[in-house]
């Protein structure tokens, strides 16, 4: 899957009027590293501040670890984990004005239909093991040749031998 653009709240942006759950929205889509997320929003009303899980919960926005106020902030993730952010104005976050973007590991290793194929080329290799079963013979026979080898080293062996006594 390729990185995706959200626009936050989808057409209703981010804001606090609708009472749109972001949490909500948040958890029916399905994001991946990579993906960039948009917040649309009117700046002299609303801003984003990405603030930790317990500030998240508890909407404290005074110490923010990132803060965005353009009203047309993209935002990417580009690694797995959580990110909260708020809305840092008075009463927002409070109202609803949240999102916890859950962003998973990149579906595509652990994705058993990914994953899946490998296990065909396994057969496959497999396959070409047991076309190599008509050729047993072959190197057996090598094998042979290498115990004559071994009965001529002897030999020369036993010569050397006799040379010496
Ligand atoms: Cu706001």
Not at 44 to 49: E, F, K, Q, T
Request: glycine fraction near 10%; hydrophobic fraction near 35%.
């Amino acid at each position: 899957m390729l990185p995706k653009e959200r626009v936050v709240g989808d057409s209703a942006g981010w804001a606090v009027i609708g009472n749109m759950d972001y949490n909500k929205w948040a958890s029916s889509k399905s994001f991946q590293p990579g993906d960039t997320f948009l917040f649309q929003y009117n700046p002299s009303y609303h801003n984003v501040l990405q603030v930790s899980r317990s500030d998240f919960h508890t909407c404290d926005a005074t110490s923010p670890i990132a803060t965005y106020a353009t009203g047309n902030d993209s935002i990417v993730i580009r690694s797995p984990g959580h990110y909260y952010y708020i809305c840092g104005f008075m009463g927002h976050c409070q109202a609803g004005q949240k999102v916890d973007l859950r962003v998973p590991r990149n579906i595509g290793p652990d994705g058993s239909p990914i994953s899946s194929p490998t296990l065909p080329s396994n057969v496959s290799s497999i396959a070409e093991a047991s076309a190599y079963g008509p050729m047993a013979p072959g190197p057996s026979h090598s094998n042979g040749h290498f115990v004559v080898f071994h009965y001529a080293l002897l030999c020369f062996g036993f010569g050397l031998l006799f040379i010496f006594i």
